[in-house]
């Protein structure tokens, strides 16, 4: 894995490492003609079962029970909806905040505001924070003991093994998403130069996380440096949620087990950073032509 020094990709949508609630790619919620078309385009839905149908269909989004700001965008939510994560982009800077309920259906509690990050991620269990070292485009966590608990001081924590890789090899990230099992990490790594830069880490208990494998699909290439920014990840690890910053576009990847290849791929339009509870009969979301913030739709 070569390239560019800091993360040659543009930021990902969801605006971790970059543009407030834009990042890459056209913000048009009609999706532009797909320029380099896939095998999979024309593929008939697969018939393995999987927690998200590969035809799973949404109702239209409703406003997530949780304060934000009117410009708020989504980061993250736990797959038990107990932990949210969003920025807000205010005069000269980006704001992130983090806030926590007790069980669904409340309405989330006072936001926690995290002065000076970058946020990717939150993991499944939502206490901890991916954040990202803007100088040297490396990774680096915040824990908690419990959720009524602030965020502690950043560390390298768990990414010491692919910062030296990054560092060695002269790329940087710029996006990732934990799977629902804490076990797997989808990050978009590299330079323009990078032809496949979204990455699968397993790990086989908690712990370092090793240099992750290139996902080398045609549906997940890179065109002129701008990538494919991962978004979220199934409860049974077979559906992958992601943004398509060459086309503007959400999409979803599914796979007939949980460490195979990727086969089948559709459209969710207008829903950056897409992803599901742990039964996927949940959807959120932040949509462009939206009024509220943060949406939720339930599956049909």
């Known amino acids: 894995m070569g390239g560019e020094a800091s993360g040659g990709n543009p930021s990902p949508p969801n605006g971790g490492a970059g543009e407030a609630a834009g990042g890459a790619g056209p913000t048009d919620p009609e999706p532009k003609p797909d320029p380099f078309p896939c095998a999979s385009d024309a593929a008939v839905p697969p018939g393995f079962a999987a927690v998200c149908s590969p035809v ?50 409340d309405t989330f509690g006072e936001p926690q505001r995290l002065a000076g990050e970058s946020v990717l991620a939150v993991s499944p269990d939502g206490l901890r924070l ?3 070292a803007d100088d040297q485009g490396t990774l680096l966590e915040r824990t908690r003991t419990d959720r009524s608990q602030p ?6 924590g768990d990414f010491a093994q692919l910062n030296a890789d990054a560092q060695a090899n002269g790329y940087g990230f710029s996006s990732c998403a934990f799977s ?37 699909a045609c549906e997940l290439e890179a065109h002129g440096g701008v990538g494919r920014y991962p978004t979220g990840i199934s409860s049974d690890g077979k559906t992958l949620f992601y943004y398509d910053a060459w086309r503007g576009v959400a999409r979803a990847a599914w796979r007939e087990t949980s460490d195979g290849p990727f086969t089948w791929f ?10 599901v509870n742990a039964a996927c009969d949940a959807l959120y979301y932040s949509a462009t032509e939206s009024a509220a913030p943060i949406l939720i739709s339930p599956a049909l």
């Open 56 to 105: 799973i269909e949404w109702a239209a989004g409703a406003a997530a029970e949780v304060t934000t700001g009117e410009n708020a965008s989504l980061i993250g939510v736990t797959p038990d909806e107990l932990t949210v994560v969003w920025l807000e982009p205010e005069t000269s800077e980006v704001a992130y905040f983090v806030a926590d309920r007790a069980s669904i259906g």
């Open 130 to 132: 991916v954040v990202l």
């Open 151 to 156: 965020f502690g001081d950043r560390s390298e």
């Open 180 to 216: 629902p099992d804490g076990l797997g990490l989808f990050y978009t790594a590299g330079g323009f130069d990078e032809r496949y830069p979204l990455h699968e880490s397993r790990r086989a208990q908690p712990g370092a996380w090793p240099v992750g494998a290139a996902i080398e």
């Open 266 to 275: 559709r459209d969710l339009g207008d829903k950056r950073a897409a992803q």
